[in-house]
């Protein structure tokens, strides 16, 4: 375990003679940085996190919002693609959820790669991080995938990371986004991650409970 000592003899006892109740929601983003499987670990490791995936919130594929090109292929890379209105509603509801308990302090992490491009989602985030990876890792862990529907033949260079910048182009000057180079080897980037995160709890533990 990564943390310290006395972080770590804390983790467990966020319930002792709390004041008030806080809710605090993180935000991970970059298509096929490993933000999943980090977000799986995080879970494990803090007690009252919730991971909320952006991938569940995929339009079915004969979708008619899902935008085609002239050849029939779905950009699955665009908000279009998503049912972000529902999302929303869904992280309100878990901050209206948690805000009214009293005895406990809540974590809720959102993994998905356009949430940061979604204003009133994003406005929602008290804390956000950016893992960037580059295209070579991207495509190695791309085509290690079973995604449904399958990727037609040339969808990565022709939609996947051009739609990729893109994105990152529409947000990379947002002062409220911490950018994190994810080529570093995913436990160490883990560790990194958790070390971010649990300094925050930290300071919000000293100051409200």
Same mark, same amino acid.
């Given at each position: 375990?990564?943390?310290?000592?006395? $972080?770590?003899?804390? $983790?467990?006892?966020?319930?002792?003679?709390?004041?008030?109740?806080?809710?605090?929601?993180? &935000?991970?983003?970059?298509?096929?940085?490993g933000?999943?499987?980090?977000?799986?670990?995080?879970?494990?490791?803090?007690?009252?996190?919730d991971?909320?995936?952006?991938?569940?919130?995929?339009?079915?594929?004969?979708?008619?919002?899902?935008?085609?090109?002239?050849? =029939?292929i779905?950009n699955?890379?665009?908000?279009?693609?998503? +049912?972000?209105?529902?999302?929303?509603?869904?992280?309100?509801?878990?901050i209206?959820?948690?805000?009214?308990?009293?005895?406990?302090?809540?974590?809720?992490?959102?993994? =998905? @790669?356009?949430?940061?491009?979604?204003? &009133?989602?994003?406005?929602?985030?008290?804390?956000?991080?950016?893992?960037?990876?580059?295209? &070579?890792?991207?495509? &190695?862990?791309?085509?290690?995938?079973?995604y449904?529907?399958?990727?037609?033949? =040339?969808? @990565?260079?022709?939609?996947?990371?051009?739609?990729?910048?893109?994105?990152l182009?529409?947000?990379?000057?947002?002062?409220?986004?911490?950018?994190? +180079?994810?080529?570093?080897?995913?436990?160490?980037?883990y560790?990194?991650?958790?070390?971010?995160?649990?300094?925050?709890?930290?300071?919000?533990?000293?100051?409200? @409970?």
């Open positions: 375990m990564f943390i310290s000592s006395s $972080l770590a003899d804390w $983790l467990p006892c966020w319930r002792e003679n709390p004041e008030k109740a806080l809710a605090h929601e993180f &935000e991970f983003s970059f298509t096929n940085s933000k999943s499987t980090i977000a799986t670990m995080l879970s494990k490791e803090i007690c009252n996190l991971v909320m995936n952006q991938d569940l919130y995929f339009l079915e594929p004969d979708d008619p919002a899902i935008e085609r090109d002239i050849h =029939g779905r699955f890379e665009k908000l279009s693609a998503l +049912d972000m209105e529902r999302m929303v509603q869904d992280v309100k509801l878990w209206k959820s948690k805000t009214c308990n009293s005895d406990s302090l809540f974590i809720l992490l959102i993994e =998905g @790669f356009l949430i940061f491009n979604h204003k &009133e989602l994003s406005d929602l985030i008290d804390h956000k991080y950016f893992i960037k990876i580059t295209k &070579e890792i991207c495509f &190695e862990r791309r085509i290690k995938r079973q449904i529907p399958p990727d037609p033949d =040339g969808y @990565f260079d022709s939609y996947v990371w051009p739609w990729t910048i893109t994105n182009m529409a947000i990379q000057d947002c002062t409220d986004i911490e950018f994190i +180079d994810g080529t570093a080897d995913l436990q160490a980037l560790k990194s991650i958790l070390t971010r995160i649990m300094k925050i709890v930290f300071i919000h533990r000293e100051k409200y @409970f």
